[in-house]
C-alpha cells in the first residue's frame, strides 16, 4: 500500500491520541476534535482526573454551569482515542439525554442510555 503525506499525517495524528494523556500536550488532539470553547479550568480538571493516584476515575464536582459535561467530555474523548470503550458516566436520570446529546455532537462520541 502507497503512503501519502496525507495518510502518514493522520496515522502519526492517530497514534499521538492513543498515549498516557497526564500532560497537555497528549489533550491537544482531543481539543482539535472538539467542537467546543474550553476553559482553563477546564482543562485543569480533565488534567487532574489523569493525574490521579487512582487513574481509575475521578469525581468532577464544580458549581452549577462551569462545565462539567466539558471537562468530563475531554477526558472521555482521551480516553476513546486510547482505546478505551467501556466507559461508565453517572449522571442524574433528568440530564441522561443532555450528556448523550452533546457527547455525541461536541465530541463525536458514541453514547447509550442505561
Known amino acids: 500500500m502507497y503512503l501519502t503525506d496525507y495518510h502518514a499525517k493522520y496515522?502519526?495524528?492517530e497514534l499521538t491520541k492513543r498515549f498516557s494523556s497526564?500532560?497537555?500536550?497528549?489533550?491537544?488532539g482531543?481539543?482539535?476534535g472538539a467542537q467546543v470553547d474550553i476553559n482553563p479550568h477546564q482543562v485543569d480538571a480533565a488534567l487532574f482526573a489523569f493525574q490521579s493516584?487512582?487513574?481509575k476515575g475521578a469525581l468532577l464536582a464544580?458549581?452549577?454551569g462551569l462545565g462539567k459535561t466539558i471537562e468530563a467530555g475531554l477526558v472521555i474523548a482521551?480516553?476513546?482515542?486510547e482505546r478505551a470503550r467501556?466507559?461508565?458516566?453517572?449522571t442524574p436520570a433528568?440530564?441522561?439525554?443532555?450528556w448523550q446529546q452533546e457527547l455525541t455532537e461536541k465530541f463525536f462520541l458514541p453514547c447509550k442510555i442505561l
Do not use: G, H
Request: glycine content about 0%; charged content about 30%.
Open 94 to 98: 433528568n440530564l441522561r439525554k443532555q
Open 11 to 13: 496515522y502519526a495524528y
Open 86 to 90: 467501556r466507559i461508565l458516566v453517572i
Open 62 to 64: 464544580d458549581e452549577v
Open 78 to 81: 482521551q480516553k476513546w482515542a
Open 22 to 28: 497526564d500532560k497537555l500536550e497528549k489533550l491537544a
Open 53 to 55: 493516584p487512582l487513574s
Open 30 to 32: 482531543t481539543f482539535a
